[in-house]
């Protein structure tokens, strides 16, 4: 899912202009306490985007301790204490999820979020209900499903309360406002968290009506043939090929196909991004036909992601995706057509018995 809403705190740097005194023998200026901590979640960001894990870790804890002594010299209030070290427990928590440290994580968004509300923040406010949709999460990977199940319970009632009153017909055609949108793709990614959480534990008619529910509120936010659209009319034929419901699922990827085709691209990356899309909806097609039976279909649609395939990302790495995916559907497809094969070959009679 994909970042679909703002964050509500953060920490912008600043130019790395330098000053030269005039006066002998250097500035005297000393980095104030937002300087400092500016200074120290940008390194620490730049750490986790080279993959500098560790150090990473390192700097947001030494980023921890710079909070506490400046609480202890006074430089700062308690409050401003609990909001800021909220946000590094947040950055730290994010960081133990990348590092798969799912216990660590735990503890940390559960410490971001009684800082957050120690410091005035509302139960019921986006940031709480993102940090909670975040900590669901988690214990699906510990495997609590009683705690999972309350938290992302717990997230899409307070959200679905948050956008009760946003009208689903703007008056005099006017946009929505950035908080609603915002809200709203709040809402969307926790129902389509929800829904793979639910299809994960196997319950699929539940995972099904949740991602109907999000592609309803996606639509609100983005225009139909977004990513984001496209995904999920993905999924749900996904789902509803598991439930025995080939025809809508064919419907989901017919739909999916007439939007990013009718679609009008500005750029040469969007016709790549669309590319990609339709390459992937065919290769799903394909596997969806041959779970049927249909082994003429089914190749029909891989030849049609074979044919994208060649004006996909010309980078080796990307190529060499592209061309796996396309053969493993391909193995795919034969395997299930011998397997079928030999069904018949057992369904013919024996004259020499």
């Known amino acids: 899912m994909s970042a679909l809403h703002r964050k509500y705190v953060a920490y912008f740097t600043t130019g790395g202009a330098f000053s030269i005194a ?112 975040k900590l669901a999460m988690v214990y699906s990977k510990l495997e609590d499903s009683e705690k999972a199940e309350s938290g992302f319970a717990f997230c899409l009632m307070m959200q679905q309360q948050n956008c009760a009153a946003i009208s689903a017909y703007s008056e005099d055609d006017k946009p929505l406002s950035e908080e609603d949108l915002n809200n709203l793709a709040l809402l969307g990614v926790i129902q389509n968290s929800y829904a793979h959480y639910q299809i994960l534990e196997g319950r699929l008619p539940a995972g099904r009506k949740l991602l109907e529910a999000a592609l309803a509120t996606a639509r609100r936010v983005y225009a139909p043939h977004h990513a984001n659209c496209i995904n999920l009319l993905a999924d749900l034929a996904n789902v509803e090929s598991q439930l025995e419901m080939p025809k809508n699922a064919r419907s989901r990827l017919k739909e999916a196909v007439d939007l990013i085709q009718s679609a009008v691209v500005a750029s040469k990356s969007e016709k790549q991004q669309s590319d990609i899309a339709l390459f992937n909806v065919y290769c799903q097609w394909a596997l969806l036909e041959g779970n049927q039976g249909a082994f003429n279909s089914a190749k029909k649609y891989l030849n049609e992601a074979k044919l994208l395939s060649a004006h996909l990302p010309a980078d080796a790495d990307g190529q060499q995706t592209y061309q796996k995916q396309v053969a493993d559907v391909e193995a795919t497809l034969q395997r299930w057509q011998d397997m079928e094969a030999g069904f018949q070959e057992l369904l013919v009679p024996n004259e020499e018995c």
């Open 22 to 133: 005039l006066s002998w023998p250097f500035s005297r200026h000393e980095p104030s306490l937002e300087e400092r901590i500016k200074e120290q979640m940008y390194n620490a960001f730049q750490l986790i985007k080279d993959d500098h894990l560790e150090e990473a870790d390192a700097e947001l804890h030494a980023l921890l301790l710079t909070l506490d002594e400046a609480t202890r010299s006074g430089r700062q209030t308690n409050e401003e204490w609990l909001s800021r070290r909220a946000r590094v427990y947040s950055e730290l928590a994010n960081l133990k999820l990348l590092q798969k440290d799912y216990p660590a994580a735990e503890r940390l968004f559960v410490h971001t979020i009684r800082d957050c509300m120690a410091s005035g923040v509302p139960p019921g406010s986006p940031m709480i209900i993102e940090l909670s949709l």
